[in-house]
């Protein structure tokens, strides 16, 4: 049942990507692209806990790339904030 909620909101990232990937090429601007990549970073940590064993979400390597994801996403906001 857990496999199937990972897989579930590694969906909505990657539907979360599309989106803003969508933005991106209308705009140009790299606040979208951020945000894409960081969806997909969130999206393929929850398909590697899907595949893995349950209790191995506590294993640094999966809270390194949600660090990441989150990171990138500071990152693309400061960068707008910045760039006035």
Same mark, same amino acid.
């Given at each position: 049942m857990l496999?199937?909620?990972?897989?579930a909101t590694a969906m909505g990232c990657v539907v979360a990507a599309l989106f803003f990937w969508r933005f991106y090429r209308e705009t140009s601007d790299r606040f979208f692209v951020g945000f894409a990549i960081a969806f997909v970073l969130l999206a393929v940590n929850r398909t590697a806990l899907a %595949?893995?064993?349950?209790?191995?979400e506590?294993?640094?390597y999966y809270?390194? %790339?949600?660090l990441a994801a989150f990171l990138l996403i500071a990152w693309a906001i400061i960068d707008k904030n910045r760039r006035r």
């Amino acid at each position: 049942m857990l496999e199937l909620l990972y897989g579930a909101t590694a969906m909505g990232c990657v539907v979360a990507a599309l989106f803003f990937w969508r933005f991106y090429r209308e705009t140009s601007d790299r606040f979208f692209v951020g945000f894409a990549i960081a969806f997909v970073l969130l999206a393929v940590n929850r398909t590697a806990l899907a %595949l893995s064993h349950p209790t191995a979400e506590t294993t640094p390597y999966y809270y390194l %790339l949600r660090l990441a994801a989150f990171l990138l996403i500071a990152w693309a906001i400061i960068d707008k904030n910045r760039r006035r």
